[in-house]
């Protein structure tokens, strides 16, 4: 069973960046594919990033891709989501996941409870 939780989250200005984090307990975090998922009020949770449990392969939406980047520590059982260039559509709920590979979140076996990042135009 493994623990998941985020922080980071906060308020920035359009064009800003944030760093939000997963911290990890209770399980071999190096064993998981892990992702980044958000939910914007009202709307589907919708897949933002993955990565592999080496962090040779990542992965991102369309939506983030070249503002958004994901990293994991696992000998410290950290991953991390470095966003940039961020706009008010990226407004939402951060939720991090851990499980097998893939977008959705059916792939996912345990969850955080999320973070919130609001972004102001």
């Known amino acids: 069973q493994v623990q998941l939780v985020e922080s980071g989250g906060g308020l920035v200005q359009a064009g800003g960046s944030l760093i939000v984090s997963c911290a990890a307990s209770?399980?071999?975090?190096?064993?998981?594919?892990m992702g980044w998922f958000r939910q914007a009020q009202g709307k589907e949770r919708d897949f933002v990033a993955s990565?592999?449990?080496?962090?040779?392969?990542?992965r991102y939406a369309d939506s983030v891709k070249d503002r958004f980047r994901i990293s994991r520590d696992n000998a410290k059982n950290m991953m991390y989501l470095q966003m940039n260039s961020l706009k008010p559509e990226d407004t939402g709920v951060y939720s991090c996941?851990?499980?097998?590979?893939?977008?959705?979140?059916?792939?996912?076996?345990?969850w955080g409870q999320g973070t919130q990042v609001t972004v102001s135009s």
């Open positions: 990565i592999s449990w080496s962090g040779g392969t990542t």
């Open positions: 209770g399980g071999t975090f190096g064993r998981y594919v």
């Open positions: 996941a851990a499980g097998r590979p893939g977008t959705d979140p059916s792939a996912y076996d345990y």
